[in-house]
């Protein structure tokens, strides 16, 4: 065929006039080069950075001229927003999708049979299988018969139904797999029509495809070169930030680091690092299914931990705020699918890390920043004072921490009294009658005027 392709473009050389060499010669590179196909590795759980990465690998295979785009697959499952993307990438591309079940042991479960099966040609190797695509969500109590479960089953058996027409595969099975939880081996899943053809390793599965008829087009693949296609560094840090752990270990620094900074002023890194972690927490939770009931407990939470430092609860506000920490945490991430679900032994060690958080740091902390002062000309206000020289608005004298004080007052006030300092200006001070209810007293000094008489 080649040959035959060659003669024929020497023979237009030769015959029609006006042909310039340097196009010939660039027509006969075009012939005999060799076909190139992109191939990209999707593995792990589904999600909007895998719909990211695959509509990328397309637009790259589209301009390096590839042949076909080969995704080798092996997921649990993942987000069915994110399933859903896919599909319509995979049912819009002009260039022929290959997914490809492998290595030996994989599997497309879940959201792996929606994309599986919405590729042009699906493909699967030895002791792989497909199936298990029943939507599953991690709310507490959820029965299989209630209403918003029945409207998902009901939403995802018409989607996988949908593809399976499209594609031409066993739609019955298809709707099985959502309905039953059906799943099959490779060799099953070649006999009921789900997928085209079992290739052993990707040579196998170029030589196969060799002649294969999609959508009018011819495949021509067999001993092509294969153009890898990686995930970039965003995807790949993108991909790691929407993990339940990585968003619950972002929102304990935010928390951690934002308080830390509202209760030592100044420290700037606990602050930097809690906003950078927060704006991280926001875009995450953007992209995810994130419930807002979750954030509205864990904010209960926090407010019931700063209650406690202020109000003699004996640990009611703390208790309380421990459940409510627990049942945010699991609440915000109840709506991710069972493969992405977040384990116990993330939840409670974040918890009992919260509570003691609040108990020995934020607490102190935070009272420290409502203390009064007990340093400088601040720890005076509020304090009692022994007049020793009769005060009235013209002057006097106090004395008060071991000091002897110019005092002024509105009212008079006899030698021997107690009063309250008003306000300190400069090295005068500003005073009033001691209330009879007022209990507080300023600091004490053994050397004031009253010990003195009381010693002699």
Not at 366 to 385: H, T, V
Request: aromatic fraction near 6%; hydrophobic fraction near 50%.
């Amino acid at each position: 065929m080649k040959s035959l392709l060659l003669l024929g473009t020497l023979l237009s050389w030769v015959l029609t006039p006006g042909v310039e060499p340097a196009q010939s010669q660039q027509t006969l590179e075009q012939a005999n080069a060799e076909p190139v196909v992109s191939v990209i590795r999707v593995d792990g759980p589904i999600s909007p950075t895998t719909t990211n990465y695959i509509g990328r690998a397309l637009e790259l295979a589209g301009e390096r001229e590839s042949a076909a785009l080969i995704i080798e697959l092996d997921t649990p499952g993942g987000l069915l927003n994110s399933t859903q993307d896919i599909v319509r990438i995979l049912f819009g591309a002009e260039l022929p999708v290959v997914v490809y079940v492998s290595p030996d042991g994989a599997r497309a479960a879940s959201a792996g049979t929606f994309i599986t099966m919405a590729a042009h040609v699906a493909a699967m190797a030895p002791s792989t299988t497909i199936g298990a695509a029943s939507p599953v969500t991690m709310a507490p109590g959820a029965e299989a018969d209630t209403v918003q479960q029945k409207k998902i089953f009901s939403a995802t058996e018409s989607l996988i139904e949908s593809i399976a027409e499209r594609r031409d595969r066993n739609v019955e099975w298809a709707i099985s797999a959502v309905r039953e939880g059906a799943s099959v081996t490779e060799r099953e899943a070649l006999e009921l029509g789900v997928i085209d053809l079992v290739a052993s390793d990707r040579q196998d599965l170029l030589s196969q495809l060799q002649g294969w008829v999609v959508e009018g087009d011819t495949l021509n693949v067999e001993g092509a070169t294969i153009d890898e296609i990686p995930q970039n560094l965003a995807e790949r840090f993108l991909g790691m930030l929407l993990r339940p752990e990585v968003m619950l270990i972002l929102m304990l620094v935010a928390m951690y680091g934002i308080i830390g900074e509202m209760t030592n002023p100044g420290a700037i890194v606990p602050g930097v690092a809690g906003v950078i972690a927060l704006v991280l927490l926001l875009f995450a939770s953007a992209a995810m299914p994130i419930n807002v009931a979750g954030y509205v407990l864990l904010a209960l939470a926090i407010a019931l931990f700063i209650a406690e430092a202020f109000t003699p609860t004996f640990g009611i506000f703390l208790g309380t705020g421990i459940v409510a920490f627990f049942l945010g945490a699991l609440m915000l991430f109840q709506d991710f699918p069972e493969p992405m679900a977040l384990p116990w032994t993330w939840l409670v060690p974040a918890t009992v890390l919260t509570a003691a958080f609040f108990v020995w740091v934020a607490t102190y902390g935070i009272k420290a920043q409502f203390a009064r002062p007990r340093s400088g000309r601040e720890a005076l206000i509020g304090a009692s004072a022994e007049v020793v020289d009769r005060v009235d608005s013209s002057g006097g004298r106090v004395f008060v921490a071991g000091e002897y004080w110019h005092a002024v007052s509105n009212q008079e006030i006899d030698e021997g009294e107690s009063c309250e300092i008003v306000e300190v200006e400069g090295l005068k001070l500003k005073v009033r009658p001691m209330s009879p209810l007022a209990g507080r007293s300023g600091p004490s000094d053994p050397s004031s005027p009253s010990s003195r008489q009381g010693a002699s």
